[in-house]
């Protein structure tokens, strides 16, 4: 899409879904009921901060990206720079049928992007560093009482 030509978003909020992905994201935007642009760019909050801060100077900005493999970190750095962010489970995304049985990138962050500006989005919990260590730690432990069980039934079987 071409992006809209207008020198300032002061005071208009542009709503920003991500489809995250390892190597590169699928970013729409959109700002008044309309799509303004939708890029791919290198996974990082600080070079998303940066292309918005360029392109739409001085808009009240919200992002939203469905939860996986990543983690929080992007929503971290995020609130860091002072982009309000949402984390929102995958299922609880309303979709149509269309964007049910063409799956692909662009449609995934539109759709995102679309539901955010509508408030239709409720974000996820999301647990402060130390919690999130804590469920770590946790979650070793748990792999490391496994392996011992099956360590000693292995040995139990060759006995």
Known sequence: MKKIAQDSFKG???FVGIDVHKKQWVVSLRCNKMELQTVSMNPSPLELSHFMKKHYPEGIYHTVYEA??????IHEQL???NIDNRVV???DVPTMGKE???KRDPIDSHKLA???ENGSLKGIFVPDVFHQQLRSLCR????TMREMI???NRIKGHL
């Open 79 to 81: 609130i860091a720079l």
């Open 89 to 91: 489970h995958p299922q």
């Open 150 to 152: 099956r360590l000693k």
């Open 140 to 143: 070793l432990r748990e792999k």
């Open 68 to 73: 996986g493999f990543c983690g929080f970190w």
């Open 114 to 116: 679309r539901e955010l």
């Open 12 to 14: 208009q909020h542009v």
């Open 100 to 102: 049910k049985s063409q």
